[in-house]
């Protein structure tokens, strides 16, 4: 006689940077192993990969997770560790005075993501030339990460992943169309000032946080940030 299968159930939620609705389900006990097997490893590689294959899993799919942004996968991660493991979740967060550890409760139903308006991403470079930029996907800020160069290559190179367009007047050239040396060219040959507003982008990106407010248990200094980083999301 075969054992009884349990229903899982199923919920709904909107990715933040497009607002498509998404149905997920809990990730499961399989699931949790992946997961908690990449957390022992350390390894930053590993953990990603297996959140990719529990979102891929949980939401039947419906979610590319090879094109999908850094904080879309967050966003997405938090909401099935949410409905899969408990709302609450412990992490350790320093204190901004005297550096010691502090375990915080926080509630996962507070994630928020801050999207800046579409016409954010455009940029004038001069009168007639501009850039209108993306977010780049997790598999480009990984492969960034993780390959060879300076901090300062590694820079560059997530700035011209965000290159979706450039524009002369009424000409528009597609990113795809060109190479990376004809974009890191064209980077450098902007001003100091041209070139910041493009790094600004970068260093603004969006990504899913969830505020916490505490006194430090050692110096009772009082602190107020924002936990992110998907790592501080997996217990």
């Known amino acids: 006689m075969a054992l009884p299968k349990i229903d899982t159930p199923r919920y709904e939620m909107k990715l933040p940077s497009t607002n498509k609705k998404v149905v997920y389900r809990p990730y499961l006990v399989k699931e949790e192993k992946i997961l908690m097997l990449a957390m022992e490893s350390g390894d930053d590689q590993q953990m990603i990969r297996a959140v990719k294959d529990v979102v891929t899993a949980c939401t039947d799919g ?7 942004t850094m904080f879309d996968m967050e966003y997405v991660f938090i909401q099935l560790r949410s409905k899969s493991v408990g709302e609450k979740t412990t992490v ?22 801050e999207v800046p308006p579409a016409k954010s991403r455009k940029i004038d470079i001069t009168k007639n030339v501009g850039v209108v930029l993306k977010y780049p996907s997790l598999d480009d800020i990984m492969n960034i990460q993780t390959g060879d160069g300076s901090e300062v290559d590694k820079t560059f190179d997530v700035i011209i992943s965000c290159i979706d ?9 597609d990113a795809k169309s060109q190479t990376k040396k004809e974009l890191k060219e064209f980077i ?7 070139f910041n507003s493009m ?30 980083g998907i790592a501080n999301f997996f217990g």
Do not use: W
């Open 165 to 173: 367009s450039i524009y002369s007047g009424d000409e528009m050239f």
């Open 92 to 113: 350790g967060v320093t204190c901004a005075s005297c550096s010691t550890k502090n375990d915080i409760d926080i509630d996962l139903t507070n994630v928020r993501v």
């Open 188 to 194: 450098e040959a902007l001003s100091a000032n041209q």
């Open 62 to 68: 419906a979610v590319d997770v090879n094109t999908m």
């Open 199 to 228: 790094k600004s982008f970068v260093e603004t990106m969006p990504s899913a946080k969830v505020a916490v407010s505490f006194d430090c248990n050692k110096c009772q200094h009082h602190n107020e940030f924002d936990v992110k």
